[in-house]
C-alpha cells in the first residue's frame, strides 16, 4: 500500500485537518488509485451486483470522507483504515437496502483471508461478518479494528500496529484471536474474544 510521497500524503492530512482546501484537492489525486483498490478489494470480497460500481463506491466514500466535520488524520495508514471502513458502511447499506425482502436467499458471501482453520474456506454474508464485527467492537474494540484493518483496509501487521500505537506481535495475536471469535459467532458460538473453551 505504499504509493509515493507517503510523507507528503501525511503532510496533506495534516493541512487538510487544519482546513487547507488545497491541501484536500491535491491529496485525493494522490490517494485516488489506493481508495480505488480498497473498493475493488471491497467488491470483490463481496462479488456486488454489477450495478454498484467501484467508481460510484470510491466517490461516495470521497463525500463521506470530506463531509467529516473536523477531520483529525495521524497519518496515511489511519486515512486508509476510516476510509477502508466507511467503504464497508456503504457496502452494508447498499445491500441492506437491496435485501432486505430476501435476506438469505442467494446473497453472496465473503471470504476471510489468512484465516486461522475453516475460516478462511467457509464463506460469510457480509451482513452477517458486519453483526459480528460490531458485537466484537462491543467486547474488544482493538480486536474489531484490527479486522477492520487487516481485512477491509488491507493493511499489513506492521501498519495495523503503527495505526493502533500497539505492538506487532500483539496484532499478530489479536488479529488469530479476533478471527477464532468470529468463526465461533458466525458458527452459533457466543464465547468471548480471545476465549478458547
Do not use: N
Request: charged letters at 30%.
Amino acid at each position: 500500500m505504499e504509493e509515493p510521497g507517503t510523507q507528503d500524503v501525511t503532510l496533506l492530512l495534516r493541512k487538510w485537518s487544519t482546513g487547507d482546501r488545497e491541501a484536500l484537492d491535491r491529496l485525493i489525486e494522490i490517494v485516488y488509485p489506493e481508495l480505488h483498490r480498497i473498493a475493488m478489494r471491497h467488491l470483490r470480497q463481496e462479488r456486488a451486483d454489477p450495478t454498484l460500481q467501484c467508481t460510484a463506491l470510491v466517490h461516495e466514500a470521497y463525500l463521506r470522507l470530506v463531509g467529516k466535520e473536523e477531520p483529525q488524520w495521524s497519518d496515511r495508514s489511519h486515512f486508509y483504515a476510516v476510509a477502508s471502513r466507511i467503504i464497508r458502511g456503504i457496502l452494508v447499506d447498499y445491500r441492506r437496502a437491496r435485501g432486505a425482502a430476501k435476506r438469505g436467499g442467494g446473497e453472496e458471501k465473503v471470504h476471510l483471508e489468512e484465516a486461522a482453520g475453516p475460516l478462511g474456506q467457509d464463506p460469510v454474508d457480509l451482513l452477517d461478518l458486519d453483526a459480528a464485527l460490531t458485537e466484537l467492537s462491543q467486547l474488544d474494540p482493538q480486536q474489531a479494528s484490527i479486522v477492520e484493518m487487516r481485512f477491509f483496509a488491507g493493511l499489513g501487521v506492521e501498519e495495523t500496529a503503527h495505526v493502533l500505537g500497539i505492538s506487532p506481535a500483539t496484532v499478530k495475536r489479536d488479529w488469530v484471536l479476533a478471527k477464532t471469535w468470529i468463526h465461533r459467532r458466525l458458527s452459533g458460538g457466543r464465547d468471548g474474544p480471545g476465549q478458547q473453551g
